[in-house]
């Protein structure tokens, strides 16, 4: 059962309509608030699997309230709105909202609309994940390459030698290739 913290900031009785279709499609409600105001704070201590805010329009409040809530505690976020303009979509989207839906909440569709904000969801932290793998990667073989040349030019060593010198100490200390670098690089730094 996916737990839902559930946000409408203009109307208890949409809350509660609403609160009734997610039960129904077998999701559990665990909390229902009127604001965004303390979102980090109420994710960490209820842990929703999903949140679904209903709002006429996101406030700039409301966008970087669910920013800063993303940082450490990414969700799957669906919003309702009423608000059409693309501006209004597009910041929502770059806060990290996972399902814009405009005109009102169509409770019929509830389930399919919640499952492909997750499935959003987390397709966009898996590339997230591969992105910052790749750009770790690259970080580290620029270092790799800095201090090899480093190690060529200091010591007169071949490209293969130089490699192969700190590929040898990093297995000695039980470090990375990059982190062998990295001490490298600093000590070359603090020695002028």
């Known amino acids: 059962m996916l737990r839902v913290m559930l946000i409408d900031d203009e109307s208890a009785a949409r809350a509660d309509q609403l609160e009734e279709a997610l039960s129904s499609n077998g999701f559990t409600v665990v909390a229902k608030l009127t604001s965004t105001s303390d979102l980090t704070r109420q994710v960490e201590r209820l842990q929703p699997d999903v949140i679904i805010i209903d709002t006429e329009s996101p406030s700039r409040d409301t966008l970087e309230h669910i920013v800063v809530m993303g940082q450490s505690k990414a969700r799957p976020i669906v919003m309702f709105s009423a608000d059409h303009s693309s501006d209004t979509i597009q910041a929502a989207v770059h806060a990290g909202v996972s399902a814009y839906m405009v005109d009102g909440i169509d409770i019929s569709h509830i389930k399919p609309i919640v499952n492909a904000a997750i499935a959003n969801f987390n397709e966009f932290q898996r590339l997230k994940s591969e992105l910052a793998e790749a750009s770790t990667k690259l970080e580290d073989r620029k270092l790799i390459e800095r201090a090899k040349g480093l190690l060529m030019k200091k010591k007169k060593m071949s490209e293969d030698e130089a490699y192969h010198s700190m590929r040898k100490l990093a297995m000695e ?20």
Do not use: C, H, M, P
């Not at 200390?173 to 020695?191: E, F, G, I, M, S």
């Open 173 to 192: 200390r039980n470090l990375r290739l990059a982190d062998v670098a990295k001490q490298l690089l600093a000590v070359a730094d603090l020695l002028g």
